[in-house]
Nanobody
């Protein structure tokens, strides 16, 4: 069984910063990539950022230059540093991992963490 546990969400003021963390645990054989998606009320889930095990990254257009994704392969953990936050960044942020476990390969998702951006 694989679990993704997110932490670091919470209320932040516009212009502020926040760092999210996500740790993967369980019967993991190999992780190919980890990342974050987000879903705002009434909107579709969208890519925020993704990082491969080799360190390649890609970002959603709306967060480029403000958010930075990084990973620690030894800890099966990914981080999302969010700077210059805007009200439109308000969403539930979901961690995900593309990995191979003892039971199956595929994409796993965390439960999500709320990030409200408001004054």
């Amino acid at each position: 069984q694989v679990q993704l546990v997110e932490s670091g969400g919470g209320l932040v003021q516009p212009g502020g910063s926040l760092r999210l963390s996500c740790a993967a645990s369980g019967s993991i054989l190999s992780i190919f990539a980890m990342g974050w998606h987000r879903q705002a009320p009434g909107k579709q889930r969208e890519l925020v950022a993704r990082i491969t095990s080799g360190g390649s990254t890609n970002y959603g257009d709306s967060v480029k230059g403000r958010f930075t994704i990084s990973g620690d392969n030894g800890k099966n953990t990914v981080y999302l540093q969010m700077n210059s936050l805007k009200p439109e960044d308000t969403a539930v942020y979901y961690c995900n991992a593309n990995l191979l476990s003892l039971s199956r390969g595929g994409t796993y998702w965390g439960q999500g963490t709320q990030v409200p951006v408001s004054s």
